[in-house]
């Protein structure tokens, strides 16, 4: 592969432009999605730390480094193949490879030694069940997800979205070395929480998303559809996350948590889903409470697995 980029050419079309910058160590670490990597490592945490048995803070420190340059890996690889069309959106253009910072064959490479090193050492540190795992889960956001789904079906993140509900899961096998019901519920967890996070960041960024001729569900379905989807999964998340406390995998702490948050969670879907649009469809508040939701999504999933964790901990 030749060291170019993908840009847009002034009539529309997407072409390929020689590779002129030079890369910083930002623009590497950048690669790596790291906003989105400090919800995994903290979902994988919480799942090793809720795992019966126990495990030595250096081999737990070294499963939580995997699974962290495991994400990595998985965005860097997705930055690759996704090249094209980020180049096209607007919140995507300045990522490294469509700006010409690090060449696609060099972003390639990078994510696919740091996936192999990943889950070797994760095998190695801990067991190989759990290294299975976290090839898994790098396997199906790179495949299933990001060159399957993403751009074919408005179900991408509904889909895909199971990658990034394979963090809880992994810290617990990396301790027990099997599965249980405890990861399996944090699993679905995280599995019903992606669609309503997602599609209210897709809402207001629906116009990239259609200029890039991305499916996703504002610009196939409609927004309209889309605030009546995210209320209708909040629905099923809410009573999801009182699972543990009603199967007492967890205590009062989680349980009064996860009520409060889950309030939380329905009110900013109401008020997503009773937005003033106009005739189209369209926010008239500029997707504020869309806005909002998306926020508030990362918080309240950070909440509830603290809260989980520190129930366990505490109980």
């Not at 509900?165 to 027990?176: E, H, K, N, R, S």
Request: with cysteine; aromatic share 10%; charged share 10%.
């Amino acid at each position: 592969m030749s060291d170019s980029v993908w840009i847009e050419a002034p009539g529309g079309e997407i072409v390929s432009s020689p590779l002129v910058a030079v890369a910083t160590v930002s623009d590497w670490m950048a690669l790596l999605k790291p906003r989105v990597m400090t919800l995994v490592v903290f979902t994988g945490l919480v799942g090793l730390l809720v795992a019966p048995g126990g495990m030595h803070p250096v081999l737990g420190l070294a499963a939580i480094l995997c699974i962290a340059v495991g994400a990595g890996a998985a965005g860097a690889i997705n930055m690759w193949y996704d090249r094209d069309i980020d180049a096209v959106m607007r919140r995507t253009a300045r990522r490294p490879v469509p700006d010409g910072r690090i060449a696609p064959a060099d972003a390639l490479g990078f994510g696919i030694a740091l996936a192999v090193a990943s889950v070797l050492v994760m095998g190695l540190a801990t067991n190989v069940a759990a290294g299975a795992a976290l090839a898994a889960s790098i396997l199906f956001y790179v495949f299933v997800y990001t060159m399957w789904l993403k751009r074919r079906t408005p179900q991408n993140i509904v889909i895909g979205g199971a990658a990034g509900a394979f963090p809880p899961l992994i810290g617990w096998v990396a301790v027990t070395g099997h599965l249980a019901l405890t990861p399996l519920v944090l699993f679905a967890i995280i599995f019903f929480w992606t669609p309503p996070h997602f599609w209210s960041l897709a809402l207001y960024a629906h116009g990239d998303y259609a200029r890039a001729g991305v499916p996703m569900l504002p610009v196939v379905a409609g927004l309209r559809a889309t605030r009546r989807q995210i209320m209708l999964y909040t629905l099923v998340l809410v009573p999801l996350t009182l699972l543990p406390w009603a199967l007492g995998e967890a205590g009062r702490i989680y349980g009064f948590a996860a009520c409060g948050l889950g309030l939380g969670f329905l009110v900013s879907a109401w008020r997503v889903l009773r937005d003033a649009v106009d005739a189209a469809g369209r926010s008239l508040t500029k997707d504020a409470p869309a806005r909002a939701a998306f926020r508030y999504s990362i918080l309240y999933l950070f909440a509830l697995f603290a809260a989980f964790a520190v129930d366990r901990l505490v109980g």
